[in-house]
């Protein structure tokens, strides 16, 4: 903001007093209204310009800036427009190769392999499930086993033939004490750890129980995510393939309503209930081991 102050006038009147001796009063004042109204031009332009600054007016440069802006701006909304709600990258696993057989841009020799390979995993693990419930997986303490080993507390444990000629101590206070070596002893022991240790087996089995079904829960969440990304894939019409090519390989950008179908009814569901009956037997199979020792290494 320009300003002229009173002393610079009284000097600047003194000057043109100086350069003109004879000029009378008359003149003088002729000169002091000339420079009063341009002090007052002056000061109206400036109040216009703080007026234009208070109300927003901008220049052409700022409006250069706020349309380079509003470009910018629409630039991200398209793109977040065009950008897919859901991604979904491919791990090494048969179930997302799966996915794969539904379109018609994979070539038939790649079908058959992934086909092959979907039938052995699925057969792979419905095997392996079969053979833990049916070999793996028995109460070693049953009722008849109970009735048997109260039996030999009485038969033998206490028996007078079975006493040490040393100290008379009878065969099942060796047992309890674990001054014995043999069968019985040993078993005997597994029974202690598991029942009467400062930690005792069935905490053990506990935290593996729920180690065990928190890392199938990461198959869970896998299928979830799968899942997901069929259902809220783009819908394409039939003649498109929904494949298309990228730098670093290939991305799939749709799927028919029929499509998506056939892979949550083929694939999805098959694959939760592989999940679950893994996270059943596993549970049941750590919940019937006694040893700690194998506890600790069937958890892992």
């Known amino acids: 903001q320009a300003t002229i102050s009173s002393s610079s006038r009284c000097t600047l009147q003194q000057e043109l007093a100086a350069k003109m001796p004879g000029s009378d009063t008359s003149a003088l004042q002729k000169v002091q209204d000339v420079q009063a109204e341009v002090i007052k031009s002056m000061q109206a332009r400036l109040d216009a310009v703080e007026a ?5 007016d901008v220049g052409p440069t700022q409006q250069r800036i706020t349309i380079s802006m509003e470009g910018q701006l629409a630039e991200m909304e398209k793109e977040d427009e065009e950008e897919p709600a859901v991604v979904y990258e491919f791990s090494q696993t048969m179930w997302d190769a799966a996915m794969l057989l ?5 070539r038939g020799n790649d079908k058959i392999v992934i086909v092959c390979g979907v039938i052995m995993n699925f057969a792979l693990q419905a095997v392996l499930l079969a053979v833990i419930k049916a070999d793996m997986i028995h109460n070693s303490f049953t009722e008849d086993r109970i009735k048997e080993m109260i039996n030999w507390r009485v038969a033998h444990g206490h028996a007078q033939n079975n006493l040490d000629p040393q100290t008379g101590e009878t065969l099942l ?4 004490t674990m001054k014995s070596w043999s069968f019985e002893s040993q078993e005997y022991t597994l029974m202690s750890e598991y029942l009467y240790q400062t930690l005792p087996g069935w905490l053990l089995s506990t935290l593996a129980i729920i180690l065990w079904v928190l890392t199938v829960m990461v198959e869970f969440r896998a299928v979830f995510n799968q899942a997901l990304s069929i259902f809220y894939m783009k819908n394409i019409p039939q003649k ?12 799939i950008v749709g799927m028919t309503p029929i ?4 892979c949550l009814t083929t694939l999805c569901i098959p694959r939760v209930a592989m999940a679950l009956m893994l996270c059943w037997v596993g549970c049941e199979y750590l919940a019937y081991t006694v040893s700690l020792n194998d506890i600790v290494l069937n958890s892992l």
């Open 173 to 176: 206070f060796k047992l309890c």
């Open 102 to 106: 539904v379109f018609r841009r994979v």
């Open 259 to 262: 499509k998506k179908i056939i």
């Open 240 to 251: 498109e393939s929904g494949i298309i090519k990228v730098s670093d390989g290939y991305d």
């Open 52 to 56: 234009k600054l208070r109300m927003g």
